[in-house]
């Protein structure tokens, strides 16, 4: 049997398996660095395959299934595990049952996927690829893949493929496309410094809070006059907190925001401006500033072969009405892009997306349409079947 064949039967005999384990991570969310109860449900599920774990910090766990064949090569499948500080606002019958804490971003989704891909990878009598399934903790935060990569996961791994949920690709379509996909990703937070007193006396007080609002005003001007419009790009300032009391004026002020960028000179352009803005403003009204630049993320890259041997193998399986091309890179940001940045690499968007449908990923009232995960588990063992070095193609 065509292993192709082979594989989109196995996914559709444990579709349910794969929807259950969705359902009980769904219904348990967990936040960043705290997946302690979704990780022991991963290692229990790979102990019953019998594919040997071992953990990476306390939360993330690295899977190996050996090849049964010689020749091949290594494959590592990576999904993400935690959840979001988001209060579920669905009637779901496995809604979570923590408070103040979603599975917004799918997640819950990508990690059944990758299990059911385990079960299926571990039933196949003939395989010629090693596998490396990666559970990753703290996507969210950005840190995630950093702490995987720390503790050499990718040693000896040829390639690496991942997933995600993506409702603007219609169901039943998957997005395989080479080239930049998501966009990089740096937070700023900026610290004002001044001399606080009585609201009455001013002249004694340095007040930190005119020059936080010039530097918040000016921080929404810099992509306009910094940036051509092709180059797509957002700067935002997501808070601004200055001061306790009516009749106090503050010893400090503070403002931060995050910097989505998909061209690495003019994310340094606007990073420089920052700099040179917060020392400016709080100049004019006699404060210091203390900028902090953090990297969430870098560019997500698809690898050009990585994508045609997924190409490959979607169409062996599905038909190529399955495959979706020609989208946009999008301003989302993914720390997948630290293992774009160390080998081949290719991140795939699983379509769920419905006619006339307007809630996306990280809102409190998303639904998942769970039919397309028998896909996308097919297409996460597909990855660690079709994926061959490039010279043996």
């Not at 950093?146 to 169901?171: C, F, Q, T």
């Not at 420089?272 to 100049?283: F, K, N």
């Not at 994508?307 to 062996?316: G, H, I, P, Q, T």
């Not at 946009?328 to 997948?336: A, R, S, T």
Request: include cysteine.
């Amino acid at each position: 049997m065509n292993i192709y064949n082979e594989i989109r039967g196995l996914a559709e005999k444990y579709k349910d398996y794969t929807v259950q384990i969705r359902r009980k991570i769904h219904e348990h969310p967990e936040l960043s660095l705290q997946e302690h109860e979704t990780a022991a449900l991963i290692r229990r599920e790979l102990d019953s395959m019998g594919i040997a774990w071992k953990a990476i910090g306390e939360t993330g766990t690295v899977g190996i299934l050996p090849a049964s064949e010689a020749g091949g090569c290594t494959v590592a499948l990576r999904a993400d595990i935690d959840a979001l500080p988001v209060c579920e606002a669905t009637d779901l019958p496995f809604a979570s049952k923590e408070k103040g804490k979603m599975h917004a971003c799918c997640h819950d989704a990508h990690t059944a996927m990758l299990l059911g891909a385990a079960r299926i990878l571990s039933s196949l009598e003939s395989r010629r690829n090693t596998v490396v399934f990666l559970f990753q903790p703290a996507e969210e935060l950005g840190v995630g893949a950093k702490l995987m990569l720390e503790n050499g996961v990718l040693r000896g791994v040829d390639a690496i493929y991942s997933s995600h949920i993506w409702p603007d690709v219609p169901a039943g379509q998957i997005c395989l496309q080479s080239g930049l996909l998501m966009a990089g990703a740096d937070k700023f937070r900026i610290r004002v410094i001044g001399k606080g007193g009585h609201g009455s006396q001013p002249e004694r007080c340095r007040n930190p809070l005119p020059a936080c609002t010039a530097i918040a005003d000016g921080i929404h001007q810099i992509k306009s006059l910094s940036i051509s419009g092709d180059i797509p790009s957002a700067l935002t300032v997501g808070y601004l907190q200055c001061g306790t009391a009516q009749n106090t004026i503050p010893d400090f002020g503070e403002l931060g925001g995050t910097l989505r960028w998909l061209d690495g000179k003019a994310r340094q352009t606007v990073l420089d401006r920052i700099q040179r803005l917060a020392d400016s403003a709080c100049s004019m009204y006699d404060c210091t500033a203390e900028l902090e630049f953090t990297d969430l993320c870098l560019c997500v890259v698809n690898d050009e072969h990585c994508a045609e041997c997924a190409e490959d193998a979607l169409s062996a399986m599905y038909g190529e009405s399955s495959l979706a091309k020609g989208y946009p890179p999008v301003l989302v940001g993914e720390d997948f892009s630290y293992y774009c940045d160390k080998l081949p690499s290719f991140l795939s968007w699983i379509g769920c997306g419905h006619e006339g449908q307007s809630i996306g990923l990280h809102s409190p009232s998303i639904v998942l349409d769970e039919a397309v995960l028998e896909k996308g588990t097919a297409l996460y063992a597909a990855f660690a079947c079709g994926y061959n070095k490039q010279n043996e193609k």
